[in-house]
């Protein structure tokens, strides 16, 4: 492996949402949730992924969250799959308020 | 079918360069197809370049070495216009050969 | 690009905007000061590399790599897929019509006037797309954009415009500009749970690493496509390279020549203009 003489870093700036839930990390797991509770954070999460869809904006994390979810449930561990649709969710919202507010903030990237 | 071995072989004053260009998979055995079943190994063994009766190269590969393997090496000696043959075996038994003059 | 046809595109641009409805300056594309300031960003940027070598990305910036690649062009890693294209292009199909049938001049030597925008239909035509809808009018399936096959083909075709420098085209039509600017809109967003845009590796970080990578400057970046990616082990379209990106940056990756790809490739491609193709290519 060739060595690097540059000892450059990265500028990235992150918004800060978008960089805590780059930690990833699930949800702390409270009182045990049940099938109820699992169905409405799966239908809250997907709801919020359709949404990332229609601004052509989907994350890789979340569709992998969303399929943690459902795995989770179809073994019958609510609280895991409870979690998993919650962050699923949270990574959707994330999606979409980075779609959003790209929609003017790209132009402070733009070569002028 | 057309040959697996693309090589150039050049003489310069008291050395030959050699370059080589392979079709093989070279396969490691480690990767899993969309099955997730294990694509067997499939790699060559044993490349040797001859010139004028001896062995003037020969490598022991394994699974390490990449697929479309490139192969770049000098000799001692080495006339324009001689002949330099190039064979491998890989390790389900099949094997290639090409003959090329040196330039 | 010479000045005289930037002028010209400049008139266009101008007669262009001036029948849109009025809107703020900054919503005005200028595709032809555009293109100026994207070349003087880099040019400025690497005050020491040659403007035809731009098209050799990571090559261009770091002498190690260079070295390497040139010994190994001499034996390159896409020959095969360029022998294969060449004779997937020369095959008939099943109704007795060749490739060479869909194109003009038979195809060779016309791989830099794409994409081009065409009026009729509204949109941006790649070359990828154009040669699938050659196989439909001709009563063959589609192959994948992201597969080996329109790799190869693309390989071929690229091969025979080696050397000639990109020549995209922005028709006086309000929807080519919109095109354009939909294509230079997606380069700049940021996107993916990394919240990387395009610019922010090939505009910001042209030169740095990227992990073990030399990220490659965006001046003249699809001037070398289709490529082989020694990390691939295999042939790549702009199609492959454009949905592994977006999926490297945890971004679910968009159906291959979808819209926003395709405006991608024509504002990418158009900025590039002047530079000559030199693809097929080979990258680490």
Known sequence: MSSMSSKAHMRISLYLPVALLVMGGTASVRAASSDTDFKAAYAAAEAAEDEAGRLRNRWTVTEAALAEAKKAADKGDFDQATASAREAEALAKASIYQATSEKDAWKKLEIR | MASSIRVRAIANSEITDVQTLIQHPMDSGFVRDENGAFIPAHFIQELTFEYDGRKVFVADWGTAVSKDPYVKFSFKGGNKGDDLKVSWIDNKGATDTATVKIQ | MRSRSRLVLAVLAALALSAMQPSSAADRPNPAADAKAFRNYFTNKFPNVRFEDFVNGPYALNEDMRRQWEEKEQFPPYEFSLETGKEMFARRFKNGKTYADCFPNQGIGIRQNYPYFDEKEGKVITLELALNRCREINGETLISYTGEDMAALTAYMAFTSRGKPFDIKIPDDPRALQAYQNGKRYFYTRRGQLNFSCATCHVQNPGERMRAEVLAPALGILNALPIYRSEWGSMGTVSRRFT????????????????????????????????????PGARP
Do not use: F, H
């Open chain 3, 244 to 279: 592994t990106c977006n999926s490297q940056i945890r971004g679910v990756p968009l159906e291959p020549q979808a819209e926003e790809y395709r405006d991608l490739e024509y504002y990418l491609s158009y900025v590039s203009n002047g530079l000559p193709i030199s693809g």
